[in-house]
């Protein structure tokens, strides 16, 4: 029976143990393999790389291992095992190289552990001077490419394919010490693909950080709408672009410039002197670096400007309020450039004067001095605060000169005494004579959805009958009302009953503010109608009148031919129950129907001193029965 690859390398490992005890013998002529020096060739650690040599070497083709798993019934080792033996081979699955190399270094190991200690050759440490191919990376390398294919699987076996592993995107990280001698050394994971290039893009010009008085940095200006008109509002701006558009040599270019700057594509513009610099988007994903140069003016210049500013104090007011005045930027020094003043590059293939891109930007900032005509002094070579310091004592000096050659003036004023002094007020003119009538409010047109122009009329006569009385008695009739007598003031106003649409609506919003139903308002309406706000406290206010006048009218009522009305605080209720009387506070009668054996009082007619008399003109009052 063939020895197993473990029984060979405890074989193999005993035999290195006993050549330890004896001297070393010399390296055979038939072993053309280099190995390690003498004092560490016998380590349980070579011994076990030999004989895993030696197992890879005598392992069988996968078609021969199958077939022998097969043919061959599975036998009892005839060799003790261990105490802590591994898991028994199963004999129709052959084991592999790494389970072959696994067995051999545990059998090496338990040997060593369970050796006695005085069995243990103590051999001497002496320094060790590797050979040039015997250093630590060229043994990993050795045994590396001796082991590389001890982890996979033996091809040609009836058992299936297992499914694959995803290999993990990062390596796994090695553990603290050294490794142990029987783990797998792991494969070497494919260089991920290297990540795509793309263009760098320059960042913006936008450093407000680096701005100062000869500096000034403007965000990019959003996209205009559709269809806006020119791009520059004030006369300035109109000429700063006239100076381009008459220097441009190809107004297709033009063009394109004036879609690319609606369309936002300038980004941030940094103003320096004699310089305009901004980032152009353009057809390709990297921007364009734009520039446009402006000759400054020299001390000269500068000095014949200031003083024709400080001459006339008008041009230092309008300049603060952000304003050009013609003959300050149009006078001794021209400050806005000529159609040859502008100098544009930039840094696409464009050789046009100017490209599209610088044509963007100087669109762009003919809308900078618009807001702010500073830049074209900046553009010139001076900045706002230097500007206006020489400004300022430039108009000190020459105030100082004038005060010095002429006389101090008078203070202006009024003394206090003057201001303190009695005066008599004028008196207040004659009133107005007060007009005869509130006139007629003016006509309103009626519109889908407004208002209704008969209820705007109704108002207005109304607002003006009030305004009529209070200018000419000197105070409102209708100010004491509340809010429900006042609606049904304004719905008793309005003609009809309730019928139409029109007066259903009018009904309706009134008695919802005033908290009532329709039903209600129109009977309210009804009482207003008989006797105005009176007539309105007797349908509400049931009272008890003094002894008097309603006593007699009972009697009244009886010499009239009709029968014994019953009384009731101060109402008289015919027998029928469908006619009744009451007496207001002012001392009149007011007649009310309602149909016979309901409580469903309605005001009818007109009201009158004499209770027969509030009844004349109703239908059936005085039948008797």
């Known amino acids: 029976m063939t020895p197993r690859p473990s029984e060979e390398a405890r074989r193999a490992l005993r035999e290195a143990r006993n050549r330890a005890h004896q001297a070393p013998e010399p390296a055979s002529a038939e072993e053309p393999r280099p190995g390690p020096p003498a004092e560490h060739r016998d380590s349980p650690a070579d011994a076990a790389r030999a004989a895993l040599r030696r197992a890879v070497s005598q392992q069988p083709a996968p078609d021969e291992a199958t077939t022998e798993s097969h043919s061959t019934p ?60 015997d250093t630590p990376a060229a043994r990993a390398r050795a045994l590396r490419a001796l082991i590389g294919d001890a982890f996979r699987l033996p091809t040609g076996t009836d058992d299936p ?50 701005d100062g008085d000869h500096r000034r940095t403007f965000p990019a200006f959003p996209a205009r709408e559709p269809g806006a008109d020119g791009f520059a509002e004030t006369w300035w701006g109109n000429a700063w672009v006239s100076a381009l558009e008459e220097g441009a040599l190809d107004p297709k270019r033009l063009a394109r410039g004036r879609g690319y700057a609606d369309g936002g594509n300038v980004d941030a513009i940094t103003v320096t002197p004699g310089l305009v610099l901004a980032y152009v988007k353009g057809s390709r994903p990297r921007p364009y670096r734009v520039q446009v140069r402006l000759r400054t003016l020299d001390d000269a210049d500068w000095e014949r400007f200031l003083d024709a500013a400080a001459e006339r104090p008008g041009h230092i007011a309008a300049l603060l309020d952000k304003q050009m005045p013609h003959s300050l930027a ?18 696409c293939p464009d050789s046009g004067h100017p490209c599209k891109h610088a044509a963007a930007l100087c669109y762009q900032t003919a809308r900078l001095l618009d807001a702010d005509p500073f830049v074209l002094l900046l553009l010139r070579g001076r900045g706002e605060r230097e500007l206006l310091d020489a400004l300022s004592r430039r108009s000190a000096a020459r105030a100082a000169r004038a005060a010095q050659d002429k006389e101090p003036a008078p203070l202006p004023g009024v003394r206090a005494t003057d201001a303190l002094a009695a005066r008599r007020l004028p008196p207040l003119p004659a009133p107005l004579p007060v007009p005869a009538h509130p006139e007629q409010p003016p006509v ?55 019928l139409t649409a029109g007066t259903r609506a009018l009904y309706a919003s009134l008695s919802s503010a005033a908290g009532r139903t329709p039903a209600e308002l129109a009977r309210a309406v009804a009482a207003w109608r008989q006797g105005g706000l009176e007539g309105l406290a007797v349908l509400e206010e049931p009272w008890d009148p003094p002894a008097g006048r309603f006593d007699r009218a009972r009697p009244l009522l009886l010499a009239a031919d009709l029968p014994p009305f019953r009384p009731w605080r101060n109402r008289l209720t015919h027998p029928r129950g469908h ?27 007109t009201p009158d001193i004499d209770p027969v008399g509030a009844l004349t003109g109703l239908g059936g009052a005085t039948a008797d029965e």
């Open 330 to 347: 149009e006078g001794g020094v021209r400050l806005l450039p000529g159609p040859r003043d502008l100098d544009p590059r930039c840094s």
């Open 161 to 210: 394919e297992p499914a694959e592993t995803p290999r993990p995107t990062h390596a796994p990280q090695p553990p603290d010490g050294p490794r142990p001698l029987n783990e797998a050394l792991p494969e070497p994971l494919p260089e991920a693909p290297p990540p795509p290039v793309t263009p760098r893009t320059p960042r913006s010009m936008a450093a407000p950080s680096r």
């Open 74 to 133: 599975p036998s009892t080792p005839s060799t003790p095992k261990a105490p802590t033996t591994p898991k028994t081979p199963d004999p129709h699955h052959p084991p592999s190289p790494a389970e072959l190399a696994r067995e051999a270094l545990r059998a090496a190991r338990r040997e060593q552990r369970h050796q006695p200690p005085g069995d243990r050759t103590e051999q001497p440490r002496a320094k060790r001077h590797p050979a040039p191919g």
């Open 579 to 605: 006619v009744q009387l009451r007496l207001g506070r002012d001392g009149l009668w007011y007649a009310y129907e309602s149909e016979p054996g309901r409580d469903d009082w309605w005001p009818r007619g």
């Open 444 to 498: 309103y047109p009626a519109g889908p959805g407004g208002p209704d122009p008969f209820a705007l009329d109704q108002l207005a006569t109304d607002a003006a009958a009030r305004a009529h009385a209070l200018l000419s008695t000197g105070r409102d009739p209708l100010a004491d009302l509340t809010l429900w007598q006042d609606a049904v003031r304004l719905a008793a106003a309005r003609p009809g009953s309730g």
